[in-house]
């Protein structure tokens, strides 16, 4: 599975931006799909995740501002962020988690930078 995450950038404070990713490979074997971010000096934390059920998890510093969505048909996973903050700013990665059994348990993207300027 390869993944490739978009749509990362500047964006001063309480402005929008939204993360893209496409996966490729073997996309009938993803079981969720979520988005983790690292900013510098921290270690990487979970975001949001999407189940094929369509269930959501958020964390809680980004419930009501963030929204995850997929489009299945697409192998697309969005990452929609309204009202940023500063320390919104971290590295975004896409993660995408197989289903039990598969020969590797996830797959993650590049990462995109998003930057939240004061």
């Known amino acids: 599975v390869q993944l490739v995450e978009s749509g990362g950038g500047l964006v001063q404070e309480g402005g929008s931006l939204r993360l893209t990713c496409t996966a490729s490979?073997?996309?009938?074997?993803?079981?969720?799909m979520g988005w983790y971010r690292q900013a510098p000096g921290k270690q990487r934390e979970v975001v949001a995740s999407i189940m094929n059920s369509g269930g959501t998890n958020y964390a809680a510093s980004v419930r009501g501002r963030f929204t995850i969505s997929r489009d299945v048909a697409k192998n697309t996973m969005y990452l929609q962020m309204n009202s940023l903050k500063p320390e919104d700013t971290a590295v975004y990665y896409c993660?995408?988690?197989?289903?039990?059994?598969?020969?590797?348990?996830?797959?993650w993207g590049q990462g995109t930078q998003v930057t939240v300027s004061s």
């Open positions: 993660c995408a988690i197989m289903v039990p059994g598969w020969m590797k348990n996830d797959y």
């Open positions: 490979g073997s996309t009938s074997s993803i079981n969720a």
